[in-house]
T-cell receptor, first 117, second 112 residues
Framework: GAVVSQHPSWVICKSGTSVKIECRSL??????MFWYRQFPKQSLMLMAT?????????EQGVEKDKFLINHASLTLSTLTVTSAHPEDSSFYIC?????????????FGPGTRLTVT | GQNIDQPTEMTATEGAIVQINCTYQ??????LFWYQQHAGEAPTFLSY????GLEEKGRFSSFLSRSKGYSYLLLKELQMKDSASYLC?????????????FGKGTSLLVTP
């Protein structure tokens, strides 16, 4: 099946610094990738939809200047958490839709656990 | 917007059958999904329903009634490894790029 990778799998950073998380589709092309955030014992919350070659679409309440998304190619999207604060500590998961696959299926990456100290 | 409700926790015995319900309210509907998620891992796809009825896939089945805004996931012959969180997700017509809106998940504990 289709594989989506994320890097890093976990990261610890200091408050005020920026962290970049990469999401890659390894064996398929993805015009659209999604970024989710999951706090402990809660469900996934969609943060933004990332479209290759265009600006991301952010969900209500998500600061686009704080969570920078770049979808530069059909296999790579990046999420940069700028000026991170402890409340940004969370599990960040990306998913991708196969350009040529079933129209409904999304493939999730393994997630990145961010801890801001 | 979308409102998706599912029970918070359920417990069942190994070898038994368990049904996890999900109700939703949405301004538009373009499919309902069930995912399994083990702690600290990404969700894995279980099933997809867009038309009314039952979809069966091995030990897992999923049912949808669009008129009632209702779905359930049925797990048969439960195994210990089925202990996980089960997420109901709805894709709305208004969503861009087929994004999913998830319920809070049902934590299933399978006991010996």
């Amino acid at each position: 099946g289709a594989v989506v990778s994320q890097h890093p799998s976990w990261v610890i950073c200091k408050s005020g610094t920026s962290v970049k998380i990469e999401c890659r589709s390894l064996d398929f092309q993805a015009t659209t990738m999604f970024w989710y955030r999951q706090f402990p014992k809660q469900s996934l919350m969609l943060m933004a939809t990332s479209n290759e070659g265009s600006k991301a679409t952010y969900e209500q309440g998500v600061e686009k200047d704080k969570f920078l998304i770049n979808h530069a190619s059909l296999t790579l999207s990046t999420l940069t958490v700028t000026s991170a604060h402890p409340e940004d500590s969370s599990f960040y998961i990306c998913s991708a839709r196969d350009l040529e696959g079933n129209h409904y299926e999304q493939y999730f990456g393994p997630g990145t656990r961010l801890t801001v100290t | 917007g979308q409102n998706i409700d599912q029970p918070t926790e359920m417990t069942a015995t190994e070898g038994a059958i368990v049904q996890i319900n999900c109700t939703y309210q949405t301004s538009g509907f373009n499919g309902l999904f069930w995912y399994q998620q083990h702690a600290g891992e990404a969700p894995t796809f279980l099933s997809y329903n867009v038309l009314d009825g039952l979809e069966e896939k091995g030990r897992f089945s999923s049912f949808l009634s669009r008129s009632k805004g209702y779905s359930y996931l049925l797990l048969k012959e439960l195994q210990m490894k089925d202990s996980a969180s089960y997420l109901c997700a709805v894709r709305g017509i208004s969503n861009s790029g087929y994004a999913l809106n998830f319920g809070k998940g049902t934590s299933l504990l399978v006991t010996p």
